[in-house]
Nanobody, 122 residues
Framework: QEQLVESGGGSVQVGGSLRLSCSAS????????MGWFRQAPGKEREFIAA????????YYVDSVKGRFTISRDNAKNTLYLQMNSLKPEDTAVYYC???????????????WGRGTQVTVSS
């Protein structure tokens, strides 16, 4: 399985913003939805957002709805996650992966990448 590469994480203060990116080493994404997941210290990895192949449909879990925006540029083979109004509870390692449904059912196109660390401090 090909591995994805996440980037754009960092340390910000409460209320700050970050934009994460995800690519498949420059290769085209399959014709499928893509999603973002995160894993906080001591917790299991959780699904937070997904976008359809066309970009016309998105889904967010309640904890990030209204603050995060998922988007994709298929011409650039890149997935994005714009994160605004960040909170300490958003601190986690963020991952992307292919999904079969907008509710986050994992596809088997990719193995998990290393993720990108997001730290929000008060």
């Amino acid at each position: 399985q090909e591995q994805l590469v996440e980037s754009g994480g960092g340390s910000v203060q409460v209320g700050g913003s970050l934009r994460l990116s995800c690519s498949a080493s420059g290769r085209a994404f399959p014709s499928s939805g893509m999603g973002w997941f995160r894993q906080a210290p001591g917790k299991e990895r959780e699904f937070i957002a997904a976008i359809s192949w066309s970009g016309g449909n998105t889904y967010y879990v309640d904890s990030v709805k209204g603050r995060f925006t998922i988007s994709r540029d298929n011409a650039k083979n890149t997935l994005y996650l714009q994160m605004n109004s960040l909170k300490p509870e958003d601190t986690a390692v963020y991952y992307c992966n292919g999904v079969l449904t907008l509710r986050g059912s994992l596809a088997d196109f990719y193995s998990w990448g290393r993720g990108t660390q997001v730290t929000v401090s008060s």
